[in-house]
């Protein structure tokens, strides 16, 4: 810019505006670029070829300037040393901005390589997260969804169909057994013969769900449907066929086991006007293990909704008064003098109405509510007990029923002594009426605990004897103190010598080992004066007294 300024200023009649003035203004400008590219060196690669240029320039004009004012000779070489250093520095410029092109070329490349990849890597996304909706995590076959997709696209009224739901109900304990891993690829073997199998036999009858014949709800329960034929017979032959292939062992390598398979079966439209509900239906029939193919009851799947239904009311039912006690004593037969009452349970469910105990607390064992159900039991006991000293005198007991669950819960005994406790109950006023089948499901720990309930003073009665399968042995191991015969030892009696030789028998078997027995389920005049000929036997029935609340026994005492 000041040489350029310099140049402007040249013809006007000012000082110090020569020659040399304007080389000296151009070496020192291009000094200064120099030193400022200089500067650059090591912050940027481009400036080093800025730096070339700019100095193969400014050695060619300080050549120039050194031979005009005489200190080097005039030579072509020193007339062209300007021209010459331009040209290398445009040479250095141009190989710089070959690189700059050269990189940038690659940096787009690389860009392009980088967005190919991006698109495959979205692409394979896609498909991995169609297949994730549409499969089964383990199994890789179409899922529910996809089963539900494809029932809904056929019309059940105008193409009726079958489904069946088959139920591996041993896969839990292979998993446990031999780890996830083995267990999963087990399955997987499994359901690809399974699959070729059902392709097999049903042919174009078989309704195809995303190219597979069989489609996974979860681990344990996968489907397959086929269209209704005109012979029923036939198609019950088919499913039966299927059934028998199913109950065969598995062998694939050294493993050889049974999955332990049950099939549901359920029709459309009769079992269900849209996927959903015929699934469930064969989900409802799957779940019947006395046979290994069951169809669809709506009575049974009405059972199974109200079992359903009262488990998950069972625990509302014992805080909002639903659930009451009533006592039914246990008399002394030679005398009708009530030594004991037992406790039994009674429920009132709003939609089902009056729910017999045997209909629910089966179930209740099984799902494992009914540790909190003995504890209520065992609380409203001990709340009632004054109620019943008052009618039945301060020698009276009360007996609870435990479970098995309650005996193996190893804080029972504990929570038992706590509840006596809060109440002023001696845990000897207390009966715990264990059942024969619950004492010997695990005799060991059945024994612990009753010794240790015994321990405690808690009166200990083995309840429906002869019902199980105790051995004499195990009977005599337990600290028990009543034994309450079972009430079908009183079935026809008086009719057959050889029953009451089998009742004598366990009676002198209570006797022998100095136990209180109590026989279950008299309910007859008759029966109750044959009893009469054994002394010390209580008694428990109808002919005596109904079950009956205690506080309504208070008001209207019999």
């Known amino acids: 810019m000041a040489a350029g300024l310099h140049l402007l200023a040249a013809p006007l009649p000012l000082p110090l505006l020569g020659q040399d003035v304007f080389l000296i203004i151009s070496a020192a400008g291009g000094a200064f670029i120099l030193a400022l590219v200089l500067s650059q060196l090591r912050k940027h690669v481009y400036a080093r070829y800025y730096a070339l240029s700019v100095l193969a320039i400014v050695l060619g004009a300080v050549i120039s300037s050194l031979r005009t004012i005489g200190w080097f000779p005039v030579t072509p070489l020193t007339d062209s040393a300007f021209f010459l250093g331009a040209a290398a520095g445009s040479l250095i410029l141009t190989s710089g901005v070959g690189r700059l092109l050269l990189e940038e070329r690659k940096r787009r490349l690389s860009s ?69 891993r083995t267990a999963e690829d087990l399955l997987k073997q499994y359901l690809r013969l399974l699959n070729r199998y059902l392709k097999r036999t049903l042919g174009d009858r078989l309704i195809m769900i995303n190219g597979y014949g069989i489609a996974t709800l979860d681990t ?50 009769e079992h269900g006007t849209d996927a959903a509900s015929v699934l469930s239906s064969a989900g409802f029939a799957s779940l019947d293990e006395t046979r290994p193919m ?39 037969i030679r005398d009708g003098k009530v030594r004991s009452t037992e406790a039994l349970i009674r429920w009132q469910h709003p939609e089902f109405g009056r729910i017999p105990p045997d209909h629910w607390i089966p179930l209740a064992e099984q799902v494992g509510i009914i540790h909190s159900v003995t504890l209520w039991v065992l609380d409203q006991a001990c709340q009632d007990f004054t109620a019943l000293r008052q009618r039945y005198g301060d020698s009276i007991g009360v007996a609870v029923n435990i479970s098995a669950k309650d005996v193996a819960h190893p804080l029972f005994h504990e929570e038992a002594g706590a509840i006596t406790r809060r109440y002023g109950v001696s845990p000897d006023q207390v009966i715990l009426e264990i059942t024969e089948t619950a004492a010997m499901a695990d005799p060991e720990v059945a024994r612990r605990a009753i010794r240790t309930l015994s321990s405690m003073g808690f009166r200990i009665a083995l309840d429906d004897f002869g019902s199980g399968h105790s051995s004499l042995g195990n009977l005599a191991s337990f600290p028990l103190d009543e034994l309450k015969i079972d009430r079908s030892f009183l079935q026809d009696v008086l009719l057959y010598p050889v029953r009451q030789k089998i009742l004598r028998a366990a009676l002198e078997l209570g006797e ?25 036997l209580h008694g428990q029935g109808y002919y005596w007294a109904r079950p009956e609340r205690v506080r309504a026994a208070l008001v209207s005492p019999r």
Not at 130 to 158: F, S
Not at 235 to 261: K, M, P, Q, V, Y
Not at 517 to 535: C, K, N, R, S, Y
Request: net charge negative.
């Open 112 to 180: 392009d390589i980088r967005v190919q990849e991006e698109q495959k890597l979205r692409a394979r996304i896609e498909r991995d997260y169609d297949r994730v909706l549409k499969t089964h995590r383990v199994t890789g076959k179409p899922n529910r969804p996809m089963l539900e997709e494809a029932l809904g696209n056929i019309d059940c009224q105008q193409t009726p169909y079958t489904l069946c739901l088959i139920r591996l109900a041993r896969f839990n304990e292979l998993e446990q057994a031999l780890g996830y």
């Open 220 to 269: 344990v329960n996968h489907a397959f449907a086929m269209d209704r034929g005109s012979d029923p017979a036939q198609d019950r032959e088919l499913l039966e066929t299927i059934s028998h292939w199913l109950s065969e062992n598995f062998r694939e390598g050294r493993f050889s086991f049974s999955w332990a398979a049950s099939m549901g079966v359920a029709y459309a439209p």
């Open 294 to 332: 069951a169809i669809y009851d709506p009575a049974i799947a009405d059972w199974q909704y109200q079992q359903q239904i009262l488990m998950l009311d069972v625990e509302d039912a014992l805080r909002c008064g639903d659930m009451w006690l009533e006592y039914q004593p246990k008399v002394s």
């Open 512 to 536: 022998a080992l100095d136990l209180d027995v109590v026989v279950e389920g008299v309910e007859d005049e008759a029966i109750a004066l044959w009893l009469q000929q054994f002394p010390g």
